[in-house]
């Protein structure tokens, strides 16, 4: 489907949190889907910005002793500092502390107070202070936060409630009615699963006596505004609702709101309720992905395993940073991110398939075509057409993915793309043309592999629009015309204009390199280390410690048979594995070899297994031990038996 005009939001950050890497991933997937929005040449509006009331940052200011708005702007920072970096390119940053939101939170509470919408009553329940939450009994099997498991606090008291529960009905039909309304399916399964129960009115009142930092009631100065109430307004408080109707007619309702799954609920239940209560359209999408794990862990402070955006950003550049983060989530399911992953496919796609193909092109340019963008060719070899039209089908594909969030996709066929381009280069040989004097041929073949690029460089420009803007001015291209790529220009082939002089911007991807410990290291230091560890590498086993036989003996392997495999849910990677592996009780392992076999593919296979592995939890799964297997970059092959052998036998 595609679009008169492209409003897309992500959710306001909590400005007391230190942006991670899942706060950076909603912002650049709205940035890349805004860019691609503008390189269709579709009106595009993107909203982020900070969620500043509440207890947490109350309790923040004060143990800091200072004015919690001061507090805020001095918070804020942190999040536009870091969207400055990543080239993040809203068209406006609202703060729920600013005037113009908190107008507009207020009109819509008289506006709902004045209808009957919203009424006081006597509330009694659990309360918890840092997730802001309150629970009734009902949801609660114990005196602890179903969501941190913190204890709670017991509370009676006077508060205003919306009136959710009249809206059960109306939603559950629109749900039903509007399959689009919430993504992906399962997410949307999950809502309706919800909505089954009885939905209770909402509190949306907080008494000052417990929190003052809000938004207070317009009609009853002793409370504020429960923070997600307020927080949820800022998509339509920031286009205009109730005080440019001009704006708010010309970007609502909102094509994409972008969130993280934990906060369906508030999304898909609370919104469209107070939505329906103030007569307002229905955003046409609310779009839930999934989470970055760090390797197969939930991140958190605790475990000190945070992905900080600012360090990868600087070890690898932006640019890389969010090619990574578009590659290889695919969106709706958790992705992993390891820091290993990251640099082996910063080295594939990046600095050879993109950065070599580049960097072969424009030395050649340089040394056979005076440095200039030759001539177009008069006539076209099967190869070239070939190229040709992968690559145009290419540009065709790129709308349909962008329009149904298969970002990850859309990584996948540019990166083919460039293995034909390769495959283009390598086949034509213009290295061999130069030798042979086929200065035509040559030519030919070196205007399309820069044509190619020129396109490629293009569709990545919302991905990477820094390094792909340094990729097209090297063939010639102006550098206004390099920044603002558009779909008309990419669905031409030819544009590159003869005569323009090529430049060599030295390497657009310096690859990355091994530091001792096997740690990659920073991609800047590349080039200064290289020699270092191409010497190391000789060596066969880089960064692996020699071992005694005694040692080895401390790992028990043995053989096992799968009786039965299912993905984990939720993952497109885990796969859940049944083992007779000779003991009386069956084993449970978790592996992640899911994106290289299909659970029926691993039925009946006869593997190796580290036995005395501790059991650890996976993904909230238990494994009680480990398959071998053999990798290559994403590659994965199971280590099997050669023959039939029980189960239960060693392997030494
Ligand atoms: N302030 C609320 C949102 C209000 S929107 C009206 C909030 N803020 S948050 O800062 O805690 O979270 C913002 C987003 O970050 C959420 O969408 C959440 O899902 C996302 N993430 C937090 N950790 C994440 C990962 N590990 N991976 C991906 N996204 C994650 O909630």
Request: charged share 30%; hydrophobic share 35%.
């Amino acid at each position: 489907m595609s679009y008169e005009k492209f409003y897309v939001t992500t959710p306001i950050y909590y400005v007391n949190d230190t942006p991670h890497i899942g706060h950076a991933y909603t912002t650049i997937l709205a940035d890349v889907l805004a860019r691609y929005h503008r390189l269709l040449e579709i009106p595009t509006f993107f909203l982020t910005g900070t969620d500043e009331h509440g207890q947490k940052v109350q309790q923040a200011a004060d143990a800091r002793n200072i004015d919690p708005l001061k507090h805020c702007d001095e918070m804020v920072v942190r999040f536009q500092n870091l969207w400055t970096k990543l080239q993040i390119t809203q068209d406006d940053f609202i703060r729920t502390t600013e005037d113009r939101h908190r107008q507009v939170v207020q009109e819509i509470l008289s506006d709902l107070y004045a209808r009957d919408e919203i009424y006081a009553d006597e509330y009694e329940g659990w309360y918890c202070v840092p997730c802001e939450r309150f629970f009734t009994r009902k949801d609660l099997a114990d005196t602890t936060c179903p969501q941190c498991s913190r204890e709670l606090d017991r509370l009676v008291e006077q508060n205003y409630f919306f009136r959710m529960s009249r809206y059960q009905e109306w939603l559950i039909s629109y749900i039903e009615n509007n399959p689009e309304f919430i993504q992906p399916e399962h997410r949307r399964q999950e809502t309706l699963g919800f909505l089954k129960q009885p939905l209770a009115d909402l509190c949306i009142s907080r008494p000052k006596s417990r929190t003052s930092w809000g938004i207070e009631l317009p009609f009853d100065s002793e409370y504020v505004t429960y923070v997600w109430f307020d927080a949820l307004v800022n998509y339509i408080s920031a286009v205009g609702y109730k005080t440019d109707d001009g704006m708010f007619q010309r970007w609502w309702p909102a094509e994409y709101h972008l969130i993280g799954k934990d906060i369906l609920t508030t999304h898909t239940v609370y919104w469209p309720t107070m939505l329906k209560a103030m007569e307002v359209e229905m955003p046409r999408t609310i779009f839930a992905h999934g989470w970055w794990l760090v390797g197969q862990d939930k991140m958190s402070k605790s475990k000190g395993n945070v992905v900080d955006p600012i360090e990868m950003a600087d070890q690898y550049g932006v640019d890389a940073f969010r090619y990574y983060l578009m590659a290889e989530m695919r969106l709706g399911q958790d992705a992993s991110f390891t820091e290993d992953d990251f640099a082996e496919r910063y080295d594939a796609d990046l600095a050879n398939n993109l950065g070599n193909m580049m960097s072969r092109v424009i030395k050649m340019l340089t040394r056979h075509c005076d440095g200039q963008i030759p001539r177009r060719p008069e006539a076209m070899s099967e190869e070239d057409r070939s190229l040709q039209s992968r690559v145009l089908a290419a540009v065709r594909a790129m709308s349909g993915y962008i329009n149904t969030m298969n970002i990850d996709q859309a990584m996948t066929e540019i990166r083919e793309v460039l293995r034909e381009s390769n495959r283009y280069f390598e086949k034509m040989a213009p290295w061999t043309l130069a030798k042979q004097g086929k200065q035509e041929q040559l030519q030919r073949v070196l205007y399309n592999a820069a044509e190619t690029l020129r396109i490629v460089g293009g569709l990545l420009f919302p991905v990477m629009p820094e390094r792909m803007k340094v990729l097209r001015q090297s063939f010639g291209i102006s550098p206004d015309v390099a920044e603002k790529p558009q779909l008309d220009q990419l669905e031409q082939w030819g544009a590159l204009e003869p005569g323009k002089e090529v430049e060599d911007p030295g390497s657009l991807f310096p690859r990355s390199v091994m530091r001792d410990g096997g740690k990659k290291g920073s991609v800047e230091a590349g080039a200064a280390e290289r020699t270092q560890a191409s010497r190391r590498s000789d060596r066969g086993v880089e960064g692996v410690q020699e071992i005694t036989a005694e040692t080895f003996k401390q790992v028990s392997l043995k053989t096992g048979e799968i009786l039965k495999a299912e993905m984990v849910e939720g993952s497109d990677k885990l796969v859940k594995l049944d083992v007779d592996s000779g003991e009386k009780r069956r084993r449970q392992l978790v592996a992640g070899i899911g994106k290289n076999y299909t659970p029926a593919e691993l039925e009946k296979k006869k593997i190796v297994l580290v036995a005395n592995m501790k059991p650890a939890e996976v993904y909230g799964v238990k494994s009680e031990g480990m398959l071998l297997a053999a990798t290559e970059g994403k590659d994965v092959k199971l280590v099997t038996v050669d023959g039939d052998v029980a189960n239960g036998a060693t392997v030494s």
